[in-house]
Nanobody, 125 residues
Framework: QVQLVESGGGLVQPGGSLRLSCSTS????????VGWFRQAPGKEREFVGA????????YYTDSVKGRFSISKNTAGDTAYLQMNSLKPEDTAVYYC??????????????????WGQGTQVTVAS
């Protein structure tokens, strides 16, 4: 059984940084793409970023480009979302996902098979 578990969320001041972790059991991330999504209160879940490990290709939504980055450990069982220069509008529950999306679906929820339970990120002074 595949499980994804996010951690690392919390309260941070504007301009601060957080690193979210996504640990997996049942698979390793190498053959998959890892996506990060977020959902703010009263809003739909939205794409944040994704990375294909086989090609190294990365995708980020415009609002986080240059501030967020996705990586993984050498064992391939933990992925990370490094978030810098955080803004109040980054406040949301963040979800990691793994799957084998095609190019047209890599920025959509339907491109992913496995999902974590989410971790809360709050950016406030």
């Amino acid at each position: 059984q595949v499980q994804l578990v996010e951690s690392g969320g919390g309260l941070v001041q504007p301009g601060g940084s957080l690193r979210l972790s996504c640990s997996t059991s049942g698979i390793t991330f190498g053959p998959y793409a890892v996506g990060w999504f977020r959902q703010a209160p009263g809003k739909e879940r939205e794409f944040v970023g994704a990375r294909r490990w086989a090609t190294g290709a990365t995708y980020y939504t415009d609002s986080v480009k240059g501030r967020f980055s996705i990586s993984k450990n050498t064992a391939g069982d933990t992925a990370y979302l490094q978030m810098n220069s955080l803004k109040p509008e980054d406040t949301a529950v963040y979800y990691c996902a793994a799957g084998r999306p095609i190019t047209s679906t890599i920025q959509t929820m339907r491109g992913y098979t496995y999902w974590g339970q989410g971790t809360q990120v709050t950016v406030a002074s």
